[in-house]
């Protein structure tokens, strides 16, 4: 199916009515061809415009609670037995973790319309979101991560810090090389900040400097990644994030990313 | 663990708070049940916590993906419960026209859809509606009229494309 073909069909992709004999060619086009793709994004688009416009009706008190309980679930949290099965699925996690920051940081503040927050909050999310992707696409490490050996955790501002956020991940492996990722959003960017240097630090004081953020986009977001292909990261569970002058800005412990 | 789960928790309550509405509502639209729909809604934010690596900011809105992976379990769903009838058909009147004034609405996403909406003539929001809550196939419409084919396809694309042009000049403002 050529492009003119599969364009024909998009708007009843769109609207979730092409017919199923029709579907999987189309689908297969979208695969690889970007051009479409993005045909067929903006249409949809148009099409969530029509679910977005209705009249809205009262959501169940409780749905949130059993929303959450699910995913809990899912994830394998404490007093279920399953788990997750593997460390690309706590990536998504911490994803969606990064998103949650985001938007916390920006739902706190009490200045701005809440329509003005909501959107900047989608800005800042939707950045973090595509930093921690372009962090991922770069690992020349593949995509598969032992899950055992994936450690997570988020950084929260400290009292020097005040603002932002961010995620950790550590690979902390007997067999591969150890890295860690950070992951920030919300810094600030004035005099003295950058760069932002990142610290783990283990149970007896022992510091591993794991290298720095020296620029930050306009919402305050920034990546670090740094592999360590002679020492172990084994123990080094608490992650600092340091401004220029030093303070310590952010915090945050990693732990497994199982349920354990 | 603990951490992680309690970040996991922060999220999702904070993506539930912004789109369980409109997630919930179409649920209801298309399934006709406030069961069915909450089921619905239980379903899509399981699916795009799942999900979420997938999501690609670059190439679409958050409330686009959202509301794409609720019609599209729903459809699903319709699909699967043979012998269940067709969606209810939402008439045109309950597309509002305009915001209701006054209303403590947070979402803003429903602001501007409701504007990108008014682009449409009454007879292509009608088409849309028919397909969209409706679930009836270009073939069917085209039947059900006594028009073409190659026409309802036709006027599907130039209403999408029509709503799409709304959104695009909304965001350039």
Redesign the interface.
């Known amino acids: 199916m050529n492009c003119l073909a599969v364009r ?1 069909h ?3 992709l ?6 199923e004999e029709e579907r999987p060619a189309v689908e297969r086009h979208l695969r690889w061809c970007a051009g479409c ?2 045909e067929a ?17 009262p ?2 008190s409780g ?2 609670d ?3 309980a ?3 679930q ?2 394998g ?2 007093g279920s037995r399953r788990r997750l099965r593997t460390a ?1 699925a ?12 985001g ?2 940081a920006v ?1 706190a503040g009490r200045a701005e319309r ?2 003005d927050r ?2 900047q909050a ?1 800005r800042r ?3 973090a ?2 930093q921690f ?1 372009k962090v991922l696409v770069g690992l020349p490490l593949g995509t598969q991560l032992p899950e055992d050996d994936t450690h ?3 950084l929260a501002p400290t009292a020097a810090g005040r603002v932002g956020g961010g ?1 950790v991940l550590e690979l902390v492996s007997a067999t591969r090389i150890d890295f860690v990722i950070v992951i920030v959003n919300g810094l600030p960017r004035g005099p003295g900040r950058l760069p932002y240097r990142i610290e783990l630090r283990n149970g007896t004081g022992d510091v591993i400097r794991a290298g720095e953020i020296a620029t930050l986009d306009a919402d305050g977001g920034g990546q670090a990644f740094r592999q360590f292909q002679n020492r172990s990261l084994a123990g080094f569970s608490t992650v600092l994030v340091r401004d220029a002058a030093g303070r310590v800005v952010l915090r ?2 990693v ?6 | 663990m603990e951490g992680l789960l309690a970040g996991n928790e922060d999220a999702v309550r904070a993506l539930y708070a912004r789109f369980a509405r409109p997630v919930y509502t179409l649920g209801i639209r298309l399934l006709g049940s406030a069961e069915a729909a909450e089921e619905l809604t239980q379903d899509v934010f399981l699916t795009a916590w799942r999900k979420a690596a997938r999501f690609d900011a670059a190439r679409g809105r958050l409330s686009t993906w959202l509301m794409t992976i609720a019609h599209n379990l729903a459809v699903d769903r319709l699909r699967r419960e043979t012998g269940v009838s067709r969606p209810t058909l939402v008439l045109v009147d309950e597309v509002p026209e305009v915001a209701a004034q006054g209303e403590e609405d947070p979402l803003i996403e429903r602001d501007a859809a409701v504007r990108a909406l008014q682009s449409l003539s009454e007879a292509e929001r009608r088409l849309l509606a028919r397909a969209y809550f409706g679930g009836l196939t270009a073939r069917e419409i085209a039947e059900a009229d006594g028009v073409p084919l190659g026409t309802v396809k036709t006027r599907l694309r130039t209403a999408l494309i029509k709503v799409r042009r709304a959104n695009q000049e909304k965001e350039r403002l």
């Open positions: 024909e998009l708007a009843e769109a609207v979730g009515v092409l017919p793709r993005k994004s903006e249409l949809d688009q148009a099409a969530a415009t029509f679910a977005l416009a209705l009249a809205p009706a959501v169940p749905l949130g059993r929303v959450v699910r995913i809990r899912a994830a949290a404490p690309a706590a990536v998504v996690a911490a994803m969606v973790a990064v998103a949650g920051l938007w916390g739902m809440f329509a909501a959107a989608e999310r939707e950045a979101l595509e992707r997570l955790g988020q995620a945050g412990v732990g497994r990313a199982e349920g354990a």
